[in-house]
């Protein structure tokens, strides 16, 4: 059985590895494990970087509730992270479960599979192992939390580790149940669409937490923590939560780590069981709508409201449209620092304008050659692809320029920014199209349209564009107004009036037109290679 | 209405479609047979503007390619080998799309969709396509080209994922269009559908069209005297003509 469960895992994971083309035209052969380690770098990135903070956050946290004369068997420490551990078990479950139906129950593979003489729980057990990688920014997240929560509390390291992998298990067990349950009214594309969104819910939530909760502890003394804190813990430490158990086991409590081993034992045998019977195929749902009731409108602009919709309804696309919105908001928010957004905004957007371009050609490449059937050229096509991300990220700036000069800090200095925001914007919508249409004839079946070596492109010159224009720029135009920031501008110029005006007004404004001729060049090499594509 | 003239395309060194000749008339139901890789679906992507010609020239409904086409393109009607749609749409926009994109008066197409849809009971216009099996998926791109009516239909193996009772009411609706002065191209593997519903039928192998004509004239080819049906007819055309070695190999 193991073999056969690891067979199938790694063909899952050969298959989500883009071959590498030699030079003699031969491919190259890379480990499934390449692939398995890119899905869980940003895990690892995120958790590790969560590790000090919550270090830092929490370290001085471990006060019994006794010393504040309250009569609970717990501390302050307990509470806090009793927060983080129902958080982030929410995330998995929210994020696996959909995973599980739309890796598993709509999947292609599993129909070949079914017709192999495999058991049903092989299928669904590697099935479900290979959906983890959707679960891997919770999961990394996690382990920091219990190490960090360990360190703290001073546990024992054997009830630990114990703890931790208990609590792991008994969410897998959980989110598989889940799976199960939403397989009966999840279709295939409201799957993978929900799991998409769960993922990057929990990248918003993780990054507002991270951003926000410091901010609110930060003037806080240890007692009205504990007193905010102390409402929350006949909830939060509930015995009928599992980490509640997980908590308990921790500091060595073997009631609760007989719970814990029971809970995963029943579980671990009615997920095992109902795998074995499961039909793994969900059936097909039909529209509310009867078709006489549908109402076609009259567009003017089909080919732009089609991609719209595309856009938007693509998760992954959505989250790049509303991520450069929400760490500026933050910002807005959290800091004083308001005139700090524009730069935050276009670092981001910028990069993005290109990859919305870049993906919302591929939904033509997807089809293709469907598109050129159509009886509209390709230049008003293509227009489309460019048009839209220039749209949706124009309008976001006005709108976090409005608010945070309403609510925030910030000067004029950021309406000023609207025009070099919207000129590298459109360069970078122009530069994905351009970099798309080199090479049309894509491999679409991966997430990453784009190579390594063009995604370095891409960063490396709109980065660096954002980088003079916006930095130097940003502080030319404060240091008008701020004979402070002036001073400390020129010195670090080396005391030179003459960098100052080349650095903060020419090379802003140098840049800017070069940014210009480029969209002209790359422009006029989309116009060459969109007739070549065929 | 459908006219090709010395019709090449090349991908590199490899002569794709070898110098093709058509004209097939008004209200004609032409089928286009050939062997895997032969060159068909090259030879269609041609016809319908998807592929630029290495040479020759294309002239549909009077009007050469090369200038008019987008005009050519909103009079024709294609229905690919594979049913390809944008996923994240449902049934419902995708068929809005093509309205508009068309620019089809939307109550006629509407009533005319309605009644293709009973007929190939399509009840999932609601739902995304992402979710439709293939002969879903199939159904809904034959009613999209179908709702608009349109002068000239290009189908590439088009009862492929289609239940029996979908095939048979598509193969009466272009029997029906043809009549009524539609010139239908179709390619097909089943030659029983060629052999029935075509009014000519033309065979490409490797590139070339080495036969062309109808039914009976295509028989006086044979070489053989013995009467034989389209199959034989198109294997002995084809270079396929020693199966039954292949088979006692085997």
Redo the contacts between chains.
Sequence with gaps: MKNKIWLILKYSYQNKIRPKKKKDGTYKKSSPLNALIAYLVPAVIFGASLSPILYMMFKDLNIPFSQFGIDLPWSMLDVVFSMWFLLMGFMFFINYSPAIVANLYESDMTQILLSMPLKRSDIYISSAIDSLVMAGLPLGMMIPVFVIYAIIAKTNIFFSILAGLGYILILLLISNLGGVLFSKFL????A?RMTMIMYFISIFLYVGITNIIPRIMENASPAQVAESLKKLSSLLLNYAWPHTWVILTMKGNFLALTMLLSVIIILGYIVFTISNSLELTVS?????????E?K????RF??I??DF??LF??SQTFFLILYPVFLPLIFVFTSSGSDVMSFVFIMIASIYAAMLSIFSIS?EG?????P??????MGNMIFSKIMLPILIFSIEYIAIALLSFIFGKATWVIFVMIIPVITLIVYSSVLGVSMYLKNPKRDLSQKNIIKGKEVMYLEGVIMGFSFGIFIPGNLYILSFENPQLKSKFIDFLFDSKLLYHLVGGFLPIFLLILIIYLTGKEINKVKERMLKW? | MIKAKNLVKKFGDFIAVDNVNLNIKSGEIYGFLGPNGAGKTTTI?ML?????PTSGEIEILGMDMKKNE??I??NIG?V?DEP??????????F???I????EVD?DES?KR??EI?EAFE???????I????HGMKQKLMVASVLMRKPKVIFLDEPTVGLDAKSAKILKMLLEKYSKEGATIFLTTHILEIAEKMCDRIGIISSGKLIAEGTLEELKALSKTSEKQSLEDLFLELTGAGELDDIIKEL
């Design positions: 279709t295939k594309t409201s993978k097909r749902k039909k529209g509310k709508k009867k078709n006489y549908i076609f409108k009259t567009s089909p080919a409201k089609k919709k595309l309804r693509d939904y997807k089809i293709w050659p469907m050129k059937l159509f009886p509209i050229s065929e | 992507r319908t503007g998807t592929l630029k987008i005009k393109k909103a294609v690919p390809k749609m944008y996923e994240n749409l449902k049934g419902s926009e068929i809005e799309f309205m508009n994109i068309y939307k509407k969709l309605d849809c399509i009840d999932y216009l609601d739902s995304f992402g979710d439709y099996s």
